[in-house]
């Protein structure tokens, strides 16, 4: 099925709605999963951020797959990102958050508060790993968002 540019548009404004709250220590999209996850001792914050917060662009924007889908899929996940970063500076002006989108053949978008201590969802420095998965990660600090990776080759 193929969208024209008013359904694709209206796909990622329903996907940007998606309720972003903080569950005991975790930042969460809302989900019947993420509704329990806070009352979890004893897990990697981390993990089930990037876990929870982990959406295909297929999904959100099912439409979207047709012809050179990968970069319009990717240019729809660079939106919600854009957007989902305005509520999290808005709401949560302390978090550091890291976002990820690509994925090797299915757009992949993901997030997750950057920890003191833990190590983020994937090694930033991995430039192989990055470049093999076609992985673009953003980085949310206060109201800036900012590509951090990949990074230009040294």
Not at 5 to 29: P, R, Y
Not at 36 to 59: C, F, M, Q, S, Y
Not at 136 to 148: D, M, S
């Amino acid at each position: 099925m193929r969208m024209n540019a008013l359904e694709v548009a209206n796909a990622v404004l329903e996907a940007v709605c998606v309720e972003i709250a903080q569950n005991g220590d975790l930042l969460l999209l809302q989900s019947e999963q993420a509704a329990i996850a806070g009352h979890v001792n004893n897990v990697d914050p981390v993990d089930v951020e990037a876990t929870l917060n982990k959406r295909h662009l297929t999904d959100l924007v099912p439409g979207a797959v047709f012809e050179n889908s990968y970069e319009k899929l990717m240019a729809c996940g660079r939106a919600i990102i854009k957007i989902w970063s305005e509520r999290i500076a808005l709401h949560f002006p302390s978090h550091v958050v890291l976002f990820f989108l690509g994925g090797a053949e299915d757009v992949v978008l993901r997030f997750h508060v950057r920890r003191k201590g833990i190590a983020d969802w994937t090694d930033l420095n991995d430039r192989d790993f990055l470049i093999s998965n076609r992985l673009e990660i953003y980085e949310l600090r206060g109201e800036r968002l900012e590509k951090i990776a990949p990074r230009s080759s040294p």
